[in-house]
Nanobody, 124 residues
Framework: QVQLVESGGGLVQAGASLRLSCAASGRTISSYAMGWFRQAPGKEREFVAVISWSGSTIYYADSVKGRFTISRDNAKNTVYLQMNSLKPEDTAVYYC?????????????????WGQGTQVTVSS
């Protein structure tokens, strides 16, 4: 069993940066692909980014490409999401999740473990 805890969210102005962290416990996540999703009020949860277990393969949603960077430190059992040039439309609860493979990474299904989420609010 893997427990995931997100942190680093907050209230910022448009154009600012935030760095989210996802700390895992229970077992190592070094063999898992790790993803970030977000859910805005009244909207479905959507894919943001995913990183393979080794960090060699990364995919981003078009809406965050060039602004967000996903990374991981397997020694610390932690995954990060660096968010730059934040926009009001980035406002959402951000979740990290773990899956066995990258296949189908963009959909919610296949992610075995989920965190509780951290709120990111970007004011205009």
């Amino acid at each position: 069993q893997v427990q995931l805890v997100e942190s680093g969210g907050g209230l910022v102005q448009a154009g600012a940066s935030l760095r989210l962290s996802c700390a895992a416990s229970g077992r190592t996540i070094s063999s898992y692909a790790m993803g970030w999703f977000r859910q805005a009020p009244g909207k479905e949860r959507e894919f943001v980014a995913v990183i393979s277990w080794s960090g060699s393969t990364i995919y981003y949603a078009d809406s965050v490409k060039g602004r967000f960077t996903i990374s991981r430190d397997n020694a610390k059992n932690t995954v990060y999401l660096q968010m730059n040039s934040l926009k009001p439309e980035d406002t959402a609860v951000y979740y990290c999740a773990a899956r066995q493979t990258l296949r189908g990474y963009g959909s919610l299904g296949g992610y075995n473990y989920w965190g509780q989420g951290t709120q990111v609010t970007v004011s205009s």
